[in-house]
């Protein structure tokens, strides 16, 4: 199951549910993925400053930004 899928049951849910926990669920989800979102633009480095780093500051920086993006994709 896919993170839109997820979210799609969540919605389902909210709308079928007495209880106000599905609908926070999913409003915390796509907060979250919001922020995600901003860290992964900031992270998104031009080739000149990539160039800047050392290989291990680099490889770091290319391995977190992996993490953010599977994270959201």
């Given at each position: 199951m896919d993170n839109e899928?997820?979210?799609e049951n969540l919605?389902?849910?909210?709308?079928l549910?007495?209880?106000q926990t599905p609908k926070?669920?999913?409003d915390r989800?796509?907060?979250?993925?919001?922020?995600?979102h901003k860290i992964a633009?900031?992270?998104?480095?031009d080739q000149e400053v990539?160039?800047?780093m050392s290989v291990a500051e680099r490889n770091d920086?290319?391995?977190q930004h992996k993490m953010l993006l599977d994270a959201i994709l």
């Open positions: 899928q997820i979210k919605r389902n849910m909210a709308t549910s007495q209880s926070a669920a999913l989800i796509n907060q979250l993925e919001n922020v995600i633009y900031w992270f998104d480095t990539l160039y800047t920086h290319i391995r």
